[in-house]
């Protein structure tokens, strides 16, 4: 069972150019969400869905965007990437037993 | 205000003694469950520890409970034993509300821990 899985594990950006963060669940889940966590901070929730084809914004929503056609997959969009982009993005998803199970997260570094 | 209010942003504790991480939270909801999250250096975010508002007892998984003193609006982690291995980020986090989880978790700013030999 592989739970939660991010790709890439680490990425390097030049300012203004724009990426994709995969995230894919295996677990049924229809709660998935998007964090950011910044040095020494707690994370942040960015976007998160409660099923297929249904999204919503979190606490820190600006630069970013997220699509959720299937279940299993939640990948977030970086357009035009800044410096303050530059954090660790994790995944992760709920089912009924309220638990949450996370991805092992993305190192994105934007210069 | 912050809903996850973490005091203590480093500790240094002696191998084999317990250790209390501080955790207070803010919510206006009267269903709401708090969490603790362990982060080692690698990075992941390993699950310890869940407490619903409706529980009775204060849960225990293992090495580690949790001090759930609902009044007061705390719910602090204990690790009985401390191990070198316990050494780590510590993350509070609170879901509001019922259901399944939609709401996604708001963590604290952490506790770093640091287990000396």
């Known amino acids: 069972n592989a739970g939660v899985t991010q790709t890439p594990k680490f990425r390097i950006l030049k300012i203004g150019q724009s990426m994709t963060l995969q995230c894919t669940q295996d677990m049924n889940h229809n709660y998935m969400y998007w964090y950011r966590q910044d040095p020494g901070m707690g994370l942040k929730l960015i976007y998160y869905?409660?099923?297929?084809?249904?999204?919503d914004k979190g606490e820190v929503p600006n630069g970013y965007n997220v699509s959720r056609s299937t279940t299993e997959d939640f990948p977030l969009r970086l357009e035009l990437a800044a410096p303050s982009q530059t954090s660790v993005y994790f995944c992760a998803s709920s089912g009924l037993n309220r638990g949450y199970t996370f991805g092992s997260g993305t190192r994105l570094t934007v210069v | 205000a912050q809903k996850i209010t973490q005091t203590q942003p480093g500790m240094f504790v002696q191998e084999k003694e317990a250790v209390t991480l501080d955790c207070t939270y803010d919510?206006?909801?009267?269903?709401?469950?708090l969490f603790w999250y362990k982060q080692p250096s690698s990075g992941e975010m390993i699950f310890l520890i869940y407490q619903g508002s409706y529980d009775q007892q204060n849960a225990t998984e293992g090495r580690y409970s949790l001090n759930f003193q609902k009044a007061r609006k705390s719910a602090n982690l204990v690790i009985s034993a401390s191990q070198l291995g316990d050494s780590a980020m510590y993350f509070c986090a609170m879901r509001e509300g019922q259901g399944g989880g939609a709401d996604g978790l708001t963590f604290g700013k952490g506790t770093h821990l640091i287990i000396q030999p």
């Open positions: 869905s409660v099923g297929a084809g249904i999204t």
């Open positions: 919510t206006s909801d009267p269903s709401y469950g």
